[in-house]
């Protein structure tokens, strides 16, 4: 069983920038895709990042350019770096993890962080 614990998120002003982290209860990266999700009011779940088989990471077109998605290997995390965050980008969001080469789902969802974005 894997366990992913977000944090991180809060309140900000657009034009803002939030850092979240995700902490993976064991060393899980050379099995299973991280990846950041989020939903927002109303919405279907959507992926907003994530790291691909290859290597590289991939974005929602909403997001391309304003955030990044980075590993540390040696600490288990996985952060979401956003900048210029807009309120669209009010959501909880959610750490994942995917088997790798196995279909779209995650396997492994953490409880979710709220952001939102408002003056």
């Known amino acids: 069983q894997v366990q992913l614990v977000e944090s991180g998120g809060g309140l900000v002003q657009p034009g803002g920038s939030l850092r979240l982290s995700c902490a993976a209860s064991?060393?899980?990266?050379?099995?299973?895709?991280m990846g950041w999700y989020r939903q927002a009011p109303g919405k279907q779940r959507e992926l907003v990042a994530g790291?691909?088989?290859?290597?590289?990471?991939n974005y929602a077109d909403s997001v391309r350019g304003r955030f990044t998605i980075s590993r540390d290997n040696a600490k288990n995390t996985v952060d979401l770096q956003m900048n210029s965050l807009n309120p669209e980008d009010t959501a909880v969001y959610y750490c994942t993890a995917k088997p790798r080469w196995s279909g779209p789902s995650p396997a492994y969802w953490g409880q979710g962080t709220q952001v939102t974005v408002s003056s």
């Open positions: 064991k060393s899980i990266f050379s099995s299973y895709l």
């Open positions: 790291f691909t088989n290859f290597g590289n990471a």
